[in-house]
């Protein structure tokens, strides 16, 4: 039997039971499968990869059994190496049972293979993250010290290295804390700022661990999907705009901004410099994206075409109201007896702006939602706003719609029309860069 497809008959029947007693689930089958592609997706997104923890001593060392974890979900294989001090905050066993791996401790511990152990760990890592970090370990990376099995296993590693320094804000500040975080970046370290909060000692300020979450988010950044958008700038709108009528009311639809943060997310994750204008949503922006927020259609307007000379590649796919209240009340408007009517002005094309301004060798891609004659629309659209490519979807078809994880999208050029199956928006958008790009 296919993997996906053992897949689907062991998420039916996880999800049976909340499914049935969901009153929203119109189709528990198509959300199942909505399910089912995002999560063997994500599964395998680590696959074959090797990741090399280094835990020193800090009472932030907890938090990376929870990122052991998470990392061993996607199919990652996770080495941690751990200093003698960190195993009074937590045990090796416990990376252990997490990890299915021999935790390092001892440099000269015999209870291992023939090979010798720090070396054999380097050379098969694909990433180094020393998370927390102690003041004491960073000084000894930035200055080749090994005297220890995390020390000397990271001396001989050839991958990305990342570190998360975790310790009291007047240590942190030091100067010569700072100088040694300078020395490692200038041995390309990529250095992850600490959070700034309530510290265990008591004291408020910065020096805290990022949450696991965070860290994660670096580890995939790095090591998710090849880098082949590097050097690129591409910019991508996302979600509705919202057309004020009063203080109190405005006029808008239904986009939640799904797909174009995925597309924002899957640019990043290839090495894009990416710029995300958004709509009013309720996501959580992308890490590494610059966002820009904004409300109305014109204020959309305003940050796209100020932003797009300087793009290799725009995707416009928000849904940007085509028309917005010819006039906007100070005062709340109140309720009458009779019927109301609201004076609706266009708003400007920002797509067909885009078009007749568009740079030599600038690539630029939009969306049609439709509901009826899907190509003929599109292919029109295409041409008459002088657009490289239109991704176009029916909002009738099953897993196309607004909201869903989902889309059915079929992406349309001047001399090609490519049909994609039922993907999650995070395959679709790979798909279109890959269009893009490719």
């Known amino acids: 039997m296919p993997i996906f497809s053992v897949k689907l008959h062991e998420l039916t029947h996880k999800y049976s039971k909340n499914l049935g007693s969901c009153k929203a689930a119109q189709n528990p089958a198509s959300a199942i499968l909505q399910m089912t592609v995002q999560t063997v997706q994500e599964e395998s997104m680590l696959k074959n990869k090797c990741v090399v923890l280094g835990v020193t001593g800090s009472i932030a060392a907890y938090k990376i059994a929870n990122l052991a974890s998470a990392l061993k979900k996607l199919h990652c294989d996770v080495q941690v190496i751990m200093t003698q001090n960190a195993t009074q905050f937590i045990t090796p066993v416990t990376f252990e049972t997490l990890t299915g791996n021999k935790c390092l401790v001892d440099t000269f511990d015999r209870n291992f293979t023939f090979e010798v152990e720090h070396i054999s760990v380097a050379k098969k890592a694909d990433l180094v993250l020393v998370a927390p970090a102690s003041a004491n370990v960073i000084g000894k990376l930035a200055h080749g010290i090994a005297d220890d099995m995390l020390t000397t296993t990271i001396l001989a590693c050839k991958c990305p290295k990342l570190i998360s320094p975790a310790m009291n804000t007047g240590m942190y500040e030091n100067p010569i804390v700072q100088d040694n975080l300078k020395a490692l970046a200038h041995y390309h370290w990529q250095i992850i700022d600490p959070a700034c909060g309530h510290l265990a000692c008591g004291d408020t300020g910065a020096g805290k661990m990022p949450e696991p979450e965070v860290l994660l988010s670096y580890i995939l950044r790095e090591l998710a999907y090849e880098k082949d958008l590097t050097g690129k700038k591409v910019l991508v709108t996302a979600g509705p705009t919202q057309e004020a009528i009063d203080p109190v009311r405005f006029i808008s639809n239904h986009s939640t901004g799904k797909m174009g943060y995925a597309l924002a997310k899957a640019a990043m994750q290839r090495g894009a410099e990416v710029t995300l204008v958004s709509g009013p949503v309720s996501l959580t922006p992308p890490p590494f994206v610059n966002v820009v927020s904004v409300t109305s259609a014109q204020d959309m307007y305003d940050a796209v075409t100020s932003l797009a000379p300087e793009q290799d590649a725009i995707v416009k796919a928000a849904a940007v109201a085509d028309y917005a209240p010819s006039q906007v009340s100070t005062e709340k408007v109140k309720k009458k007896d009779n019927d109301m009517s609201i004076p609706l ?45 239109i991704v176009a979807n029916n909002l009738k078809t099953a897993g196309a719609g607004f909201g869903t994880d989902t889309n059915v999208v079929t992406l349309i050029t001047k001399d090609n029309v490519q049909e994609l199956p039922l993907m999650s928006k995070e395959e679709v958008a790979h798909a279109i860069w890959n269009k893009i790009f490719g």
Request: hydrophobic share 30%.
């Open 345 to 389: 002005t266009r708003t400007q094309d920002i797509l067909k702006y885009l078009g007749e301004h568009k740079k030599p060798g600038q690539f630029l891609c939009g969306f049609s939602m439709e509901t009826e004659h899907l190509l003929e629309n599109s292919q029109a659209k295409l041409i008459k706003k002088n657009v490289d490519m």
